[in-house]
């Protein structure tokens, strides 16, 4: 909310004018009746809070009470096999006094709670967490850290290029192995055992839910690794690294990849790390370890190319098909003709539909709070490897705050199109991609203001020493003109390759509103070449060789001019610091661009809502495998 106003024109400052004012007689009448304005506003805000009363369309119990009624009501037990799990693996936290013995003097009393979950491959969680707020704040940082999606995809394609292994392991109870570093202690209630009722219990160790859980992991973690002669990747401090030799003697990096508790090991020796060094500091699931199977809610299995080459495959589908069914069986308890998923479904949403233009009924707070949990789970399925969902997933996400009713039932169309669409298989193809040097010559730039630059790109001093072998960056990169009809704002997409591996893509509504097409457009460029920079670093400071240029197809003539030409002048003044950033980039040789034809530009997908036919289909089967076989 801004600062000076607020919802319906009462803002902060009128109701400072309000307590100013409160003493004067003339002005008595006006301050309750702004005040009283301003609750109304607050509890209308406060009604729109998402309630977590269901995750991923299953009902979530409020008390212990409440799970066995629920269990009962489905005939199963899955919430009560919960409950049983946590009290028995959390137990290893608590040192539970005798009866009638008191605390240690300078110990603090807390308290604590179960909290209910479905995780992603929609199993029930039960999860004794502390009352984190009710203590005070820790010094420094709580933050426990997790490997960014594009390292994973970094990881799996460098891996593959490389013939090195890739095995997961997931270490069990995390928190619960870190020492805690605060002086806590509760008094047990009925969901530590009748005889342990009333009796005071030290915590021992990090508890989920404390404010310094997550750092004591972290630091408990950090100190492992670097026992293990593993250094943390000063690009993605949750990769951790170090140089090994292979078999046949060559160099290459050993890599740990973690999210949180899921580890993903990138080496010639996976197993034996797992097992024998990281396995001798944490205790992990036995069942887990090996080749990864289902990573982050996504299946993973190694594949063989028509050409050959062994890599690894991303699949989201049994994701998606377990997300759909959630999302039927919650559309089936309602007594409502619109409520259901339509029939046939080609695309997406339907493509004249225009979601700001929406004037369709503002969705009740409970349904609203749905509309947020299905959004979250389309989120999630583009992590896994659903391009095709990702512009239509953000224009959605664009009415969080205020969804109506016509962005609900798009919704159920994308969950449509999803059920008919669900198998698909991202590959990470390390093959090398056809690039026409021909089309990217390097100009040059003695004449421009950039000439003292060129072919000078400025290198971490701090980079380690590459090994292995390295990648070639190209990507596509587009925009829409003021597609957004009530903003008149542009759109972005771009998709980045390494080798012939996607590793990202991006859907985003730009922050300024341009007046052409040209200024959209390079807006784009200047988004798409800010990631490929960043994307350099990161390759670099992962050891991995990072020598040519990022080849850069966009679909505008002038901006390409404007790039890469070193006389070209700069007519539009308001772009001119995109302008001079894409410039210097192609002076020290970070990127070239060249001309790519739309209906050869993938990154269109991203940005335009395209009607069902063979463009749409061609685009997507040049990122998805196996999709529309029938």
Not at 62 to 76: G, K, L, P, Q, Y
Not at 252 to 266: F, K, P, W
């Amino acid at each position: 909310m801004d600062s000076a106003k607020g919802h319906e024109g009462v803002g902060t400052a009128e109701f400072a004018k309000a307590r100013s004012i409160a003493d004067e007689p003339a002005f008595a009448w006006w301050v309750p009746y702004t005040l009283r304005k301003r609750d109304i506003i607050l509890s209308k805000m406060n009604a729109r809070i998402r309630k977590t009363t269901h995750k991923y369309g299953i009902e979530i119990p409020t008390s212990v009470e409440n799970a066995m009624v629920i269990d009962r009501s489905n005939n199963n037990t899955l919430w009560k096999d919960a409950l049983a799990k946590e009290m028995t693996e959390v137990g290893v936290a608590f040192e539970v006094l005798e009866e009638g013995i008191k605390a240690p003097t300078g110990w603090s009393k807390v308290t604590g709670h179960l909290v209910w979950d479905v995780k992603m491959d929609f199993t029930r969680k039960a999860r004794w967490v502390l009352d984190g707020h009710r203590t005070p704040n820790p010094i420094g940082s709580t933050y426990a850290g997790v490997v960014s999606r594009d390292s994973i995809r970094i990881a799996f394609t460098y891996a593959a290029l490389n013939g090195v292994d890739v095995f997961a392991a997931d270490i069990r109870n995390a928190y619960l192995q870190a020492p805690s570093s605060q002086k806590d202690y509760i008094f047990c209630g009925s969901e530590f055992g009748i005889e342990n009722v009333g009796k005071v219990a030290l915590i021992r160790r990090a508890l989920y839910g404390g404010k310094s859980a997550g750092k004591d992991f972290r630091n408990h973690l950090r100190s492992c690794m670097r026992h293990l002669d593993f250094t943390s990747c000063l690009a993605d401090p949750d990769v951790w690294m170090r140089p090994a030799k292979r078999s046949d003697g060559s160099d290459y990096y050993e890599y740990i990849l973690l999210y949180t508790d899921d580890a993903l090991v990138v080496s010639e020796n996976a197993e034996q790390i797992l097992r024998n060094e990281l396995g001798r500091y944490f205790t992990l699931k036995e069942e887990s370890i090996g080749p990864p199977k289902v990573y982050l809610g996504g299946h993973v299995r190694k594949i063989k190319l028509d050409n050959g080459v062994e890599c690894w495959a991303f699949s989201s589908s049994q994701y998606v098909q377990a997300a759909v069914k959630n999302v039927e069986e919650y559309l089936s308890k309602r007594d409502d003709i619109n409520w259901k998923l339509p029939t046939r479904a080609e695309t997406p949403i339907q493509t004249s539909y225009r979601p700001e233009l929406d004037v369709s009924p503002e969705l009740q707070p409970i349904d609203a709070a749905y509309y947020m949990s299905l959004i979250g789970v389309l989120r999630w399925i583009v992590e896994l490897g659903r391009v095709d969902i990702c512009l239509e997933c953000s224009m959605l996400s664009s009415h969080l705050a205020l969804p109506r009713e016509g962005h609900l039932y798009q919704l159920f169309q994308c969950f449509a199109y999803l059920k008919k669409y669900h198998n698909t298989e991202m590959v990470y193809d390390p093959s090398d991609p056809v690039i026409d040097e021909s089309e990217f010559e390097f100009k040059d730039w003695t004449s421009s203001e950039f000439g003292h630059l060129q072919g000078k790109e400025e290198l971490p001093t701090n980079m380690p020493e590459p090994r292995g072998q390295g990648f070639v960056i190209n990507a596509k990169v587009d925009a829409d003109h003021a597609s957004d009809t009530v903003t008149r704002r542009s759109r972005t997409g771009f998709i980045v390759y390494l080798n012939c591996a996607p590793v990202y893509w991006l859907s985003k509504k730009q922050t300024s509103c341009e007046s052409s097409s040209f200024g959209s457009e390079f807006c784009a460029m200047k988004q798409c070449c800010e990631y490929l920079r960043g994307l350099r670093y990161k390759l670099r400071m992962m050891g991995i060789p990072c020598e040519g240029p990022a080849y850069i197809h966009g679909d505008n003539q002038s901006v390409l001019a404007s790039c890469g030409i070193p006389d070209s002048v700069l007519k539009k003044k308001s772009q001119s610091i995109a302008y001079h950033f894409v410039r210097e980039g192609a002076a020290r040789d970070e990127w070239r661009t060249s001309y790519v034809n739309t209906h050869q530009n993938e990154s269109d997908l991203l940005t335009k809502v395209l009607p069902a036919g063979e463009k749409r289909k061609g685009f997507v089967r040049r990122l998805l495998h196996h999709i529309y076989r029938t």
